[in-house]
């Protein structure tokens, strides 16, 4: 059974940092691309950041670019969010999921939509306040 289980969600001020991890488990992802997906109240679900199989891009929400650095483990089936200089703004549920990509090439685009998607955590909500 695919697991995706995040952590590291918390209450911080603005201009904080958090750092959320994903726990993969069930099968290897280590040729699928990782997500990191956001839905504040009252709003649809966003993208947030991805990263291919190999780490060699990473893909970001131009809000969050130069604030938020994403990462991955494929050792141990991890994926990470490093969020930097946090803001009001960036309070959500956040959710990892993957993108069974079989070690392809995918643009910016495919990483960015919903639909790309095939596993999805049960989410880990992030407060800032100002």
């Known amino acids: 059974q695919v697991q995706l289980v995040e952590s590291g969600g918390g209450l911080v001020q603005a201009g904080g940092s958090l750092r959320l991890s994903c726990a993969a488990s069930g099968r290897s992802f280590s040729m699928d691309g990782m997500g990191w997906f956001r839905q504040a109240p009252g709003k649809e679900r966003e993208f947030v950041a991805a990263?291919?199989?190999?780490?060699?891009?990473?893909y970001y929400q131009d809000s969050v670019k130069g604030r938020f650095t994403v990462s991955r483990d494929n050792a141990k089936n991890t994926v990470s969010l490093q969020m930097n200089s946090l803001k009001p703004e960036d309070t959500a549920v956040y959710y990892c999921?993957?993108?069974?990509?079989?070690?392809?090439?995918?643009?910016?685009?495919?990483?960015?939509?919903?639909?790309?998607?095939?596993?999805w955590g049960q989410g880990t909500q992030v407060t800032v306040s100002s």
């Open positions: 999921a993957t993108a069974r990509t079989w070690g392809a090439f995918h643009s910016g685009t495919f990483y960015s939509q919903e639909r790309s998607y095939d596993y």
């Open positions: 990263i291919t199989w190999n780490s060699s891009s990473a």
